[in-house]
């Protein structure tokens, strides 16, 4: 069969790859073209455009690059009328995925979503596009099940890849092997994830640091984005000389006694890795974050650690709560205070029950393939 699949972010090209491997284990004569990056292509996609190249975040972003978002849109809906595959399965990413899942649909190919658009934090108005284009739903947060259910949409929950992506590194500590190749001392280690996004980097990064440097019994370790340099970091950084290491974040947290993540993603592989942590997060100006949190906002929080747990799990400092001072007392309960750090260890084992077992990328495929064959 042919799939035609779209991922339009770096976690999206993970998922993605792993999915593409799984589904050509159950058909190897799948032909797989679309959008992706590196690993997709590793994979055995033919990648007709990377991930880089439909970054456009944020209004004015958008704006200055409508005329390229645009010829994406026609040269992805050309290329699929041509292609003609028996699926389009897109990955997350819904301000590209949720037009192209219409255009599918108009021309009567199949759909199938892997990676649920996030409608039940934001926008959640989003749910009608999906119930009108896409034919069937492949989720990976236990609680997306039931918020579908109010609109009467079966979804199919594989359980989280991201379980997948990690146990696939087959890590185990060695932190004198992994002090030495990266230089490092012998302070035990506060890991520093600021996000992947030069705006979001910009704004958390000096105060993430300022609050590690308080601690001098450690070191603070930047986990560095791929498509950054360290000439982007340096001015955030001061006198400080904290190291940045790249694609090497699992690793990073692993060897960490404690890290102060980014809100996002990271938040939940912090956890999964077992990792005690502060949330952060940002947004600028402050009004926006109040008008997107009146009109848009649905959870109560914001990290997908508490969301899962329903409760607060971890500490989120976001907006005017993100201080100096905040975020060092809060390090300060984690580092000093074993009951407040067993506490939280302990939620972190009730949200991988929640998650469930292993093998998300290997049931989502069986998914897919037995019903493209009904």
């Given at each position: 069969?042919?799939?035609?699949?779209?991922?339009?972010?770096?976690?999206?090209?993970?998922?993605?790859?792993?999915?593409?491997?799984?589904?050509?284990?159950?058909?190897?004569?799948?032909?797989?073209?679309?959008?992706?990056?590196?690993?997709?292509?590793?994979?055995?996609?033919?990648?007709?455009?990377?991930?880089?190249?439909?970054?456009?975040?944020?209004?004015?972003?958008?704006?200055?690059?409508?005329?390229?978002?645009?010829?994406?849109?026609?040269?992805?809906?050309?290329?699929?009328?041509?292609?003609?595959?028996?699926?389009?399965?897109?990955?997350?990413?819904?301000?590209?995925?949720?037009?192209?899942?219409?255009?599918?649909?108009?021309?009567?190919?199949?759909?199938?979503?892997?990676?649920?658009?996030?409608?039940?934090?934001?926008?959640?108005?989003?749910?009608?596009?999906?119930?009108?284009?896409?034919?069937?739903?492949?989720?990976?947060?236990?609680?997306?099940?039931?918020?579908?259910?109010?609109?009467n949409y079966p979804v199919n929950y594989v359980g989280n890849p991201l379980l997948d992506a990690i146990l696939e590194k087959k890590m185990s500590p060695d932190f004198p092997r992994f002090r030495n190749e990266n230089n490092l001392s012998e302070k035990p280690i506060l890991a520093v994830l600021p996000g992947s996004r030069k705006g979001e980097i910009s704004v958390l990064l000096p105060i993430m640091l300022e609050a590690a440097a308080q601690f001098s019994d450690f070191q603070c370790i930047i986990a560095g984005a791929p498509n950054m340099g360290i000439e982007f970091y340096q001015p955030f950084m001061k006198e400080s000389k904290v190291p940045v290491i790249w694609g090497k974040t699992y690793e990073i947290l692993i060897h960490s006694r404690a890290a102060i993540v980014s809100s996002g993603t990271a938040t939940l592989e912090t956890a999964i890795l077992n990792v005690p942590q502060v949330v952060v997060y940002r947004l600028t100006p402050k009004w926006l974050f109040n008008f997107l949190k009146f009109f848009f906002l649905k959870t109560k929080f914001v990290s997908l650690v508490n969301i899962i747990l329903e409760k607060e799990a971890v500490k989120e400092l976001i907006q005017w709560n993100f201080t100096l001072k905040n975020v060092a007392q809060e390090l300060g309960k984690i580092l000093n205070d074993q009951e407040y750090e067993k506490r939280m260890l302990a939620d972190y084992r009730e949200m991988m029950i929640k998650l469930g077992e292993p093998g998300a990328s290997k049931r989502a495929a069986g998914l897919m393939v037995g019903k493209l064959k009904t």
């Open positions: 069969m042919k799939y035609y699949v779209l991922a339009g972010e770096a976690s999206g090209d993970l998922h993605a790859s792993n999915l593409i491997k799984e589904i050509s284990l159950i058909d190897p004569d799948a032909q797989f073209r679309g959008f992706g990056g590196e690993l997709m292509e590793q994979a055995g996609m033919t990648v007709l455009k990377h991930y880089r190249d439909l970054a456009f975040m944020g209004i004015v972003p958008v704006i200055m690059n409508i005329r390229t978002i645009q010829k994406n849109f026609r040269f992805c809906e050309q290329d699929m009328l041509t292609f003609q595959p028996d699926v389009l399965i897109l990955v997350d990413y819904p301000g590209f995925n949720l037009r192209m899942a219409k255009f599918a649909k108009a021309h009567g190919i199949r759909t199938f979503y892997y990676i649920s658009p996030k409608v039940w934090a934001w926008k959640e108005q989003r749910v009608h596009k999906i119930l009108a284009s896409v034919d069937e739903l492949f989720t990976i947060l236990p609680f997306e099940t039931e918020f579908y259910r109010k609109y």
